[in-house]
């Protein structure tokens, strides 16, 4: 069935997953005479309650912080919590302090209250969003959540690799993570295809680091598809005097050495916080608030990786993997696109309205295409007509590029109300939605997977800083990160190694080799 095991690693990683979630839950079908176009059992796994009755929730890890689970609990509907409680195995006095609890939001009251997609009540509700659980729409097993105890507000955690790996070595002997959730979600698997993980850099990835080591080690080796979301902090003309954001950069360079050797694929997200206004935003109202930017980068995301759900499609992490990375050098890729896209799209705004959301935008440096896999959904014959012509024109230098052709993207009730005209959208929201009209509000996308040569340029942002700190000896403002001016040396050089793999003159000796 290539099933995924999908992990989640942090706040921003938990909000963008939650709308991934809710996307792939649109896709059921309810009615004997539809017929379903994705493979449900790639992402979900099918089980029963404790009473017997059938479910079909997440294969899915989620790590958090507790205190951002908000109003979500590891018991639900379908779940209860059937653990012998202490209290009924101590027979001396008990003392009971309670924590006063998190009010559901509105949202989930209405979904309870209703038919989980009806009328304009829905957009209500989903105003003033707190957690991320929030707006959730499924269903979680228990062993999906996996809340990490709070860190303490004097706590300085972000770029700490040092707290992140004992953070996961405590949490693990713990709860035997790997001996019980992971083992039990692999052994599920009739033929488990691999690991997508999304997570936070900054407070996660030395914590996902760890993970995907003590996965490697307790289970075969298995590919993993990974988007790593950037941390605040820009490489570029740093002042290497300012600790914390070097800590920062450091420790996000440090992370993608390390998925260099433990991902099959990367793709790197760029924090939020450094994207350009540009053309890209033109059809979109957004604030810089999680719940609205995680859905922008989930629609990304959910696409690109469409093609690994898809029923047509025999393809799965490997073999998309192995499709960008055809010259050998190529393991990280740069995720890209347009949402939406506006009726009467011409040729031109592929390139002038196509945002980049893995690399900076003001380079001038000449991008060279080595790979590339396109996905288009609910283009009109106009649109995929410009999308055709755009497309014949970009120059790849080398044998692969593809492109896939799919429905609208759907845009459940939980979705934001971010679009500045809800005329681009096909059935917008204005149409009533119920069961008996389950026909959603879809918005047309382009995204795109690219191994090119602007990757290079990323490294070399990462190297530059990291050799700046062996010249000034700013060893001490990074500790975890690297125990002797030898560490980071080798890291500098492990950078200008993935750097290099991204020149032209490598591509050609590669051919060279291949041919």
Not at 181 to 205: A, K, P
Request: proline share 5%; charged share 20%.
């Amino acid at each position: 069935m290539r099933e995924i095991l999908y992990v989640q690693a942090g706040n921003l990683a938990n909000y963008i997953g939650t709308h991934f979630w809710n996307t792939q839950e649109s896709y059921f079908t309810y009615s004997d005479h539809e017929e379903t176009l994705f493979n449900h059992d790639v992402s979900f796994r099918e089980g029963e309650t404790p009473q017997g009755d059938p479910t079909y929730c997440p294969r899915l890890i989620s790590f958090d912080r507790k205190a951002n689970f908000g109003a979500l609990s590891k018991t639900n509907t379908f779940y209860e919590n059937d653990d012998i409680e202490d209290s009924q195995l101590w027979q001396g006095e008990v003392a009971e302090y309670e924590h006063v609890p998190i009010e559901p939001h509105a949202y989930q009251t209405h979904l309870l209250q209703s038919d989980r997609e009806s009328t304009f009540s829905a957009l209500d509700s989903v105003h003033g969003i707190r957690y991320w659980s929030d707006f959730n729409r499924v269903f979680y097993i228990p062993r999906t959540i996996q809340m990490l105890p709070d860190v303490p507000d004097w706590q300085q955690s972000e770029g700490d690799w040092a707290f992140g790996q004992e953070s996961f070595q405590r949490y693990n002997e713990e709860t035997e993570l790997m001996e019980s959730s992971v083992r039990l979600f692999i052994e599920e698997c009739d033929s488990f295809q691999g690991l997508q993980l999304m997570s936070d850099t900054s407070t996660f990835g030395s914590f996902s680091t760890s993970f995907l080591m003590a996965f490697n080690d307790e289970f075969s080796r298995a590919p993993c598809l990974s988007f790593p979301l950037m941390g605040d902090a820009v490489p570029r003309n740093v002042n290497v005097e300012n600790a914390v954001l070097t800590r920062k950069i450091v420790n996000d360079a440090v992370y993608l050495r390390e998925l260099d050797s433990l991902s099959l694929l990367t793709v790197p997200i760029l924090n939020p916080k450094t994207w350009s206004q540009d053309y890209w935003d033109v059809n979109l109202k957004i604030s810089d608030d999680h719940y609205h930017i995680s859905s922008i980068l989930s629609a990304h995301i959910e696409s690109a990786t469409l093609p690994l759900r898809l029923k047509v499609n025999n393809e799965d992490i490997s073999s998309i993997s192995e499709n960008l990375n055809f010259h050998g050098t190529h393991r990280f890729s740069q995720l890209a696109g347009i949402f939406p896209v506006a009726p009467g799209a011409t040729p031109q705004d592929f390139l002038r309205q196509s945002f980049n959301f893995s690399i900076l935008r003001n380079s001038s440096m000449a991008t060279v295409n080595f790979a590339r896999r396109d996905v288009t959904r609910g283009f009109s014959a106009s649109n995929l007509q410009a999308y055709n012509s755009w497309y014949s024109q970009e120059v790849i230098k080398g044998p692969f590029v593809s492109s896939t052709h799919a429905q609208a993207y759907p845009l459940p009730s939980s979705f934001p109300d971010i679009f500045r005209d809800e005329g681009i959208l096909t059935n917008h929201r204005q149409t009533l939605h119920t069961e008996r009209n389950p026909v959603l509000p879809s918005a047309s996308l382009f995204t795109t997977l690219s191994a090119n040569s602007r990757t290079a340029e990323m490294f070399a942002d990462y190297a530059k800083v990291a050799q700046t700190c062996v010249d000034r000896r700013k060893i001490g403002i990074l500790p975890g990160l690297v125990d002797s001016l030898d560490d980071i040396k080798e890291l500098v050089n492990d950078l200008w190694t993935i750097h290099d793999g991204y020149s032209e003159r490598s591509v050609d000796e590669s051919d060279s080799d291949n041919s």
